[in-house]
């Protein structure tokens, strides 16, 4: 079965031989890669992008590389416009830290990565950063997307320990298209762990039966160029927990692969 990797990290160390190597070790056909956290680095960002674009261009598209951007840099429309023109990033990733998705800042690049026609990956739920900053990230925050239309967009982690939350803002928003006639799916759920294994199969049970197993797609939180074992066993976990909840194998090979590689590339209508 094909797996690709929806959501991994990378070291500014990275090369380009060790991510081929790690791919080959967990069995995994690709991987998406975030440049490096911008969150009040400012210029440092332009760097880190070019670096994960750098590794993904002689990856022989094995890695997908996502800009990781904070919406608040002064600059950050400057880097965006580099990074898709000049670099080639197909993806970008978004962390609330200290700011609301919904803050005017954001709301501008949301226009911006629309224009663009990218996947935007956003984190929701508990943010495992110094102090109180999960409350950035609650995923009914994220309902001021719906105002973009075209623009797609996941929610990471399932939202946890929000996952009911999470499935019912991904729900409200396919209900709103349904109604309004619009065709294709703006919000997907990122199943990347997250969830510990006390909670996983039941946020996945959830998920599959509420939302449907057509929006979510795999990620492990790995590090290309580090552990091999720790993404192997989140392949492993998932499949004995969807082969347990008797998903088909063709949705499994979709839950692995195929949705994500939807959301990449699936242009919306408004």
Known sequence: ?????????VARSLTVDQ??????????????????????KGAEVRQSVRHVAEVARKSD?????????????????????????????????????????YDPPCMRLYEQIAEFDLPLMFHSGILWSYGDTSRFCRPANYECLMQFPTLRFSLAHIGWPWV??????????RETRRRRGVQGEQCYVDCT??????????????ALYYVSGDVMFFGTDGRPGGDTKWPRSVAQQD????AALKVSRANQAAYFAANFERFLTQSLTG
């Open 1 to 9: 079965m094909r797996i690709i990797d929806a959501h991994c990290h």
């Open 19 to 40: 991510a081929l190597k790690w791919l080959d070790t967990t069995g995994f056909e690709k991987v998406a890669c975030f440049s490096q956290s911008p969150n009040g």
């Open 61 to 101: 598209g094995r890695v997908i590389p996502f800009a990781w951007l904070d919406p608040t840099y002064k600059q950050v429309k400057s880097v965006l416009r580099e990074a898709v023109e000049k670099l080639g990033i197909v993806g970008v990733k978004i962390i609330p830290d200290g700011w609301m998705p």
């Open 164 to 173: 009911d939350e999470c499935l019912a803002v991904v729900g409200k928003i």
């Open 193 to 206: 762990p997250g969830t510990p294994p006390l909670w996983r199969r039941d946020a996945l049970k959830k």
């Open 239 to 242: 499949k004995r927990l969807l």
